[in-house]
């Protein structure tokens, strides 16, 4: 697992923050304008898989291209592998991304955490940001606990922002 985050640190940061971000966009921005659970959890996996494989796609394709514009398969000394890059944009897009949803997936299988959904979605998501900060700090020989409050911070403006617009649209909708 080391070796992946050594290689793929910044597939895996840019994968997983975008996932997360925008998978919890989906549901604050539901949970803004009171949609039921199920509409929640049918917009949050199908914008995991296909955001994720938008993602890759396009990590895929801007790589590829730098390598060929530079004319040969290395950048700045780096052996460049375009499939393996967006692998693990996908692969980080996916498994961090789908945190902010288990909470809907735990109260549709087991009808837990009713009227508390958003709000452990809010923890999980919170848990997820941190997660990936300390992975980034640990990473980069950095502060993992500032890391880690940086990814919160900058991802939980993100989610209010989709919270805030849900809300508004609910009320001129």
Known sequence: MKRFFENYLK????????????????IAGSAGANLD???VLI???????????SMASSNYLSEKSEREQ?????????KVKPFHNAFATFISFIVIGSIPLFPYLF?????VWHDRTFLISCIFTSI?????GQIRGRMTNKNKFFAGIETLTIGGVAATVAYAVGAFLDKIV
């Open 128 to 132: 997820a940001f941190i997660l990936v």
């Open 37 to 39: 659970a199920k509409i």
């Open 107 to 111: 109260n549709a299988i087991f009808g």
């Open 11 to 26: 597939e895996f940061v840019y994968g997983a923050l975008d996932g997360t971000v925008t998978t919890f966009a989906i």
């Open 43 to 53: 917009l949050g996996i199908s914008n995991v898989f296909a955001d994720g494989f």
């Open 70 to 78: 530079c004319g040969d398969e290395s950048i700045e000394g780096i």
